[in-house]
C-alpha cells in the first residue's frame, strides 16, 4: 500500500497517502445516493414480497413524499407510487423523520401541524406523536397499525449518510392482517437493509 501511495510511513505512523485521496475521490464522484437506495429498494421488495417505498420529507409542507417505490406482486397489496404523499405525524416513514430529525425542524413542524385523524387509530395530538417519536428513536423503526389508512400497516426505519444524518425513511407496507402474521420477519428484513 505504502509503494502504491496509498499509505505514507513517517515517525513509525502510518496515515493516507495521495492514492488513496484520489481513490476516494473517483469512488465519490460516481457514487449517487438515488441508485444506491434503488437498488436496495428492489432487493428488499424481492425478500419481503411486500410493496416498499423511500421516502423524505417536504418540511415546507409536513409531508413524507415517496421518490421510490416497488410494488408486492401479490394480488392484495398497498399500492405504492412516486410521489404519494403522506402527513409526517400519520405516516410510518413520516415519524421516522420526526423522529431523527434536526431538534429545531421537529419542533416547528409540531408547533404548526394541524393533526387530523385519518382513521380511529390517527395519533392527533402533539403529546402523542412525541411519545411515539421518543419510542421510535430508542427502537430504530416505526411500526403503524391502521393509523394512516385503516385497513393497512407499515414499517419504516431511517437511512443516513455518511454524516450520521437522517437522509430519508425505507418502508414496507402490507395489507393489515399480513403485517401482523409476518411483523417480525419483515422487521428483519427492513433493518437487514
Not at 411519545?131 to 400497516?153: H, N, P, V
Not at 419504516?156 to 437522517?166: E, H, L, Q, S
Request: net charge positive; hydrophobic share 45%; glycine share 8%.
Amino acid at each position: 500500500l505504502a509503494a502504491d501511495g496509498h499509505l505514507i510511513y513517517e515517525n513509525n505512523l502510518y496515515r493516507l497517502g495521495p492514492s488513496a485521496f484520489r481513490l476516494a475521490g473517483t469512488i465519490l464522484s460516481a457514487w449517487s445516493a438515488p441508485d444506491v437506495i434503488r437498488h436496495y429498494l428492489r432487493e428488499l421488495g424481492q425478500s419481503t414480497g411486500e410493496s416498499v417505498g423511500y421516502a423524505i420529507a417536504d418540511w415546507e409542507i409536513g409531508q413524507a413524499i415517496y421518490v421510490d417505490a416497488v410494488n408486492s406482486t401479490q394480488p392484495v397489496h398497498y399500492a405504492m407510487r412516486v410521489g404519494i404523499r403522506a402527513p409526517l405525524y400519520a405516516s410510518a416513514a413520516g415519524r421516522v423523520l420526526l423522529a431523527f430529525a434536526p431538534v429545531e425542524k421537529r419542533k416547528d413542524y409540531l408547533s404548526r401541524a394541524q393533526f387530523k385523524a385519518l382513521t380511529p387509530s390517527t395519533r392527533t395530538t402533539a403529546e402523542s406523536v412525541l411519545e411515539s417519536l421518543r419510542s421510535i428513536s430508542t427502537k430504530g423503526y416505526c411500526a403503524s397499525f391502521g393509523e394512516m389508512l385503516q385497513d393497512t400497516a407499515a414499517i419504516a426505519v431511517p437511512v443516513f449518510d455518511t454524516g450520521n444524518n437522517n437522509i430519508g425513511a425505507l418502508m414496507v407496507a402490507a395489507p393489515l392482517n399480513r403485517m401482523r402474521g409476518n411483523f417480525d420477519f419483515l422487521l428483519g428484513q427492513l433493518v437487514r437493509f
